[in-house]
């Protein structure tokens, strides 16, 4: 997960938002900065101290001032944690936003906490990561010699946060804003964070057609699909499979687990330039002894693809594994849109830093739009004039500009769970029906749709050799390989990640569809 933060002031003609930056420092210091016309504002004041003092007031502390460059958002959802238990923990004495996170080595007793959103017991540590965000805000609005009685505040949350789990998050915001900030409640709202970038490309005019929209937020954990159809917003479904499993481990739940294809093939190859880099990456790279898993190490690589040039060596080796990834999410979204009564949409916007991968190692463009519509014409009939296909350049931040353009009167839209199979009695259907159902009919559906999938994805992959976007692959291999067991990975992963996770009289808020594509995707990564 990663944590942007703009702005927009209040005016009755709209203006472009932009990203929380600053030119001051928001704390005080007790040295004065270097002289230097070489360096920038943030390096005179970090540079003069101690190297070692610097380390760890990083690690434990802020920065002087969000920058813009080398302190940005978006940022990694992290914590950095004092090592030592401590029942009720404080911000900055015990826990504060890792800022320092993927630039250098944590020092001292601490260490780093990802993904505080999805933890069983990450309240917390959430309460703690938004009270200092909102700390930040204020200092921002104050230098701007803003009026904090005028400020609204608009956060997001996933479509798949259950309702235990929202209204903690607005208990979390409705308190800290009113303790940081003075807001009262009606200063506040909170948007699904997938429908909102639709309203920022509406408002920069940059769709060819509103008559059927998808929006497709990729993120780490999960995968958020909107429909709006002439503007309204009639359809949400989210599903538990992000972009993180390309990166980890399939089921394997161990935090040591290395059973990916991509962390083998590059761990012993991967080189930094940078002396900080260099010792950071030697110290997580031991998942034996680190708390980093390979999801963790990967993101990273990729973040510091200026030393690691790993885009590159994705884009050549692992085209294949990206392709299944997309082709699987195209597939579900043009099944659960087909049950629904909707028609095929006509213009696709990703959000999500999970989504970069497209572009990223996939395809782009008329190669990427011809991909699209053999699923689409496959499962509609006919193909989609004039489709269109919009990778923002900012992918994560057009949640945010979207959510400061989005009328407080508009409506949510509809949540709507599809487990993968065109099938009326497994709407809102109870695990015990799912149970009941899944040897004698449900496992066998779900099967079908997967091969379907599969080829579907077959002539995706013909399609990419053809227009000689992908070099030295066996089809046929591919085709064996994504093809075997999956009538035993549905029953297992069923049983496993389903039967034994939740009550019967439970109702499946996600689909079962991804469940073997899962154990699909670790086979490529392979």
């Not at 999805?118 to 930040?136: T, V």
């Not at 009606?186 to 948007?191: D, E, F, M």
Request: proline share 3%; glycine share 4%.
């Amino acid at each position: 997960s990663n944590t942007f933060i703009s702005r927009r002031e209040k005016k009755e003609e709209a203006s472009e938002p932009e990203q929380l930056t600053m030119t001051n420092p928001i704390m005080s210091y007790l040295h004065a900065k270097s002289n230097s016309t070489q360096k920038t504002e943030i390096d005179l004041w970090e540079d003069y101290v101690n190297q070692d003092i610097l380390r760890t007031f990083q690690t434990e502390f802020i920065p002087p001032f969000i920058d813009g460059m080398k302190y940005k958002f978006p940022i990694r959802t992290a914590l950095c944690k004092s090592e030592k238990a401590v029942e009720k923990p404080k911000l900055f004495d015990h826990k504060n936003i890792a800022f320092s996170y993927g630039k250098h080595k944590v020092v001292g007793q601490q260490s780093v906490e990802t993904d505080i959103k999805w933890s069983d017991n990450g309240s917390e540590e959430a309460r703690l990561f938004i009270r200092e965000l909102l700390m930040l805000i204020k200092y921002d609005i104050l230098q701007e010699n803003g009026d904090l009685h005028n400020t609204d505040i608009i956060w997001f949350r996933p479509l798949s946060f259950k309702s235990s789990v929202r209204e903690a998050f607005e208990e979390i915001w409705e308190k800290e804003s009113k303790a940081i900030l003075g807001l009262s409640d009606n200063q506040l709202k909170c948007y699904t964070e997938s429908e909102a970038p639709y309203y920022y490309f509406s408002e920069k005019n940059y769709l060819t057609s509103i008559e059927s929209v998808a929006v497709i937020d990729i993120g780490g954990g999960s995968t958020d699909i909107v429909y709006f159809e002439n503007g309204k917003p009639l359809l949400a479904n989210s599903v538990h499979f992000g972009c993180d499993v390309l990166w980890g481990n399939g089921y394997n739940k161990l935090t040591n687990a290395d059973d990916n294809g991509i962390y083998q093939r590059y761990k012993d190859v991967i080189r930094f330039r940078t002396t900080n880099l260099i010792e950071l990456n030697n110290d997580i790279i031991d998942l034996k002894r680190a708390k980093s898993t390979t999801k963790d190490i990967i993101n990273f690589w990729i973040n510091n693809n200026d030393e690691t040039e790993i885009n590159a060596k994705l884009k050549k080796d692992y085209k294949p594994l990206f392709l299944y990834h997309y082709a699987a999410i195209i597939f579900y979204l043009a099944e659960m849109f087909k049950s629904k009564g909707l028609q095929s949409p006509r213009t696709i916007i990703f959000s999500g830093n999970g989504s970069r991968y497209i572009d990223n190692y996939l395809a782009k463009g008329e190669d990427l739009n011809i991909l699209t519509q053999v699923i689409l014409k496959g499962v509609f009939g006919d193909a989609i004039n004039n489709l269109q296909i919009i990778l923002p350049e900012y992918r994560k931040e057009s949640t945010c500009y979207g959510g400061l353009f989005r009328r407080p009167d508009l409506a949510s839209p509809e949540g709507y769970a599809f487990i993968g199979v065109d099938n009326k009695r497994y709407q809102n259907a109870e695990i015990r029906v799912l149970k009941e159902n899944f040897n004698d009919s449900l496992c066998k559906e779900l099967e079908t749709q997967v091969m379907k999938l599969n080829e579907f994805y077959i002539e995706m992959l013909r399609l990419l050799s053809k227009r000689k976007l992908v070099d030295d692959i066996n089809i046929e291999d591919i085709k064996t390989l994504i093809s075997s067991n999956i009538d035993d990975a549905l029953k297992t992963d069923f049983q496993k990640e389903i039967v034994d996770k939740y009550d019967d009289d439970k109702i499946l808020e996600d689909s079962l569809f991804f469940l073997p594509i899962v154990d699909q995707i670790l086979k490529l990564t392979r």
